[in-house]
C-alpha cells in the first residue's frame, strides 16, 4: 500500500536562500560577463518564483536529516588507497554539480582529487567557471589542495586522429594517441589501420577512449598521486556502454576487425594462399583479444566494492525516477556496486501560499514516495539535495553544496 508522504519523510533539507550564498561570497564568484550577459537582456516572460519565504522553524526541523539520509562521507573519505566514484543519471538532473561538489570536497579533506568528465557535452568547465578543456589534466584554482580536472574529448580527439593519419600514413597517429594516453590502443590495434576505421567510427568509440583514460590511471606515475578519482559520466545510455565495453569491443571492433579480414582476403586471395597474411591477420586478432582482457581488467575493476562505487543521481520526478531504476538494474546486471542514490534539486518546504511551490512540492513528494516502493532504488542510502535559488558555479558555490549533500 502507497504511503502518503508526510513532512517527516527522510530529508537533511534547509532553507537554501540566497542570502546564503551572499553571506559566504558566492555571488562575487559570478564572473561579470555573465552577470552583464544575461541579467541585462530582456526579463523573462514566465514568472519564476525567485525567493521562496522562509520556512517556519518547525518545517525545517521537521525535515532535518534522519540517520538514512546522512550521505555517509566519513566512509567515503577515509583511508588513502584509491577510491573511484562515478556519478551518472538523466541528463540534467545534477551530475556536474553533485560530481564537483563531492570533488572538491575530497580535496578539502586532503585527498589529491582528480575529477574526470566523460560526458561528450563536458560542463566541468562551466561548474567550476574554469577553463578545463584541453583534454589535460587541468588544476582547479581556488583550492588549497591538490584537485584537478580532466575533460576529455571524444569528439576532438577523432577529428585530430583522422587529420594525423591522413597526413602521414600512420606515424603521426602513434604520435597523437600517445598524447592521449592511447598509445597501448594504437600499439595493439596498429595491424587494424584505425585512421580508416575511424571514418566510420563504431558506435561506442567515445567511450573506448574514455576507458583508455582509465587504463592510463592505472599505469601512469603522472596519475598515482590521486587517491580519490572522481567520474562525471554522460549520461545513462553512454555510461551503460562504457560500463560493458568488452562486450562492446566484442561487438563493434570484432564486427569490423571480421569485416576487414573479408575485405582482406577478397583483395589479397593470391597471397593468402602463401600463408603471410594469415599469419599477419592471427597476430591483429591476437593483439585485439589482449586489449580486451585489458579492458575486462578495468571492467573488474568497476565491479570491485572496495575500491568503486556508482552514485545514481537524479530528481524527484517520475520520469528520471524510472530512469533510475532502469539504470539501477542495468548497474546490478553489470556487477557495478551502487549504494548510495542522491535526489537532487528537492523543493523546500515552503510556508507561503506559492500555489505553484505548493503543487510542484507534492509533486515532488509523490515521486520521492515512488521511490521508496521501488524494488531497486528502496535499498540505496537517499540522500536529499535542495533546489537553491542560484546556479551552482565555481569553488565557493560547489564547496557550499557539497557540505550540504557530502555530510
Ligand atoms: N540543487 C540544485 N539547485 C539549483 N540548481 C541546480 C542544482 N543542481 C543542479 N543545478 C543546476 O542545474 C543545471 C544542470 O546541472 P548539471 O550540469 O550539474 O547537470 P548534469 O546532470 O551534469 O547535466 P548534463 O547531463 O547536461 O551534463 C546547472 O545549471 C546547475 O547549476
Redesign the pocket.
Known sequence: MAVAPTMASPSPLKFVSRTSFESMGFLSYVPRSFKSSHFSKKPLSISIPRRPPRASLQEVRAVEAPAESVAGFDEMVSGTQRKYYLLG?K????????AASLAVKFANNGHPTLVVST?P?H?LS??FAQDLTGGTLVRVEGLDYPLFALEINPEKAREEFRAASQKNGGTGVKDFMDGMGLGMLVEQLGELKLGELLDTPPPGLDEAIAISKVIQFLESQEYSMFTRIVF?TA?TGHTLRLLSLPDFLDASIGKILRLKEKINSATSAIKSVFGQEENKQQDAADKLERLRERMIKVRELFRDTESTEFVI?TIPTVMAVSESSRLHASLKKEHVPVKRLIV??VLPPSASDCKFCAMKRKDQMRALEIIQNDPELAGLNMIQ????DV???GVPALKF?GDIIWK
Request: net charge negative.
Open positions: 543519471g541528463g540534467g538532473v545534477g551530475k556536474t554539480s553533485c560526458d557535452a560542463s562551466d561548474s562525471d549520461p543521481v537532487n534539486q539535495a535542495p533546489l537553491v546556479e551552482i558555479r553544496m
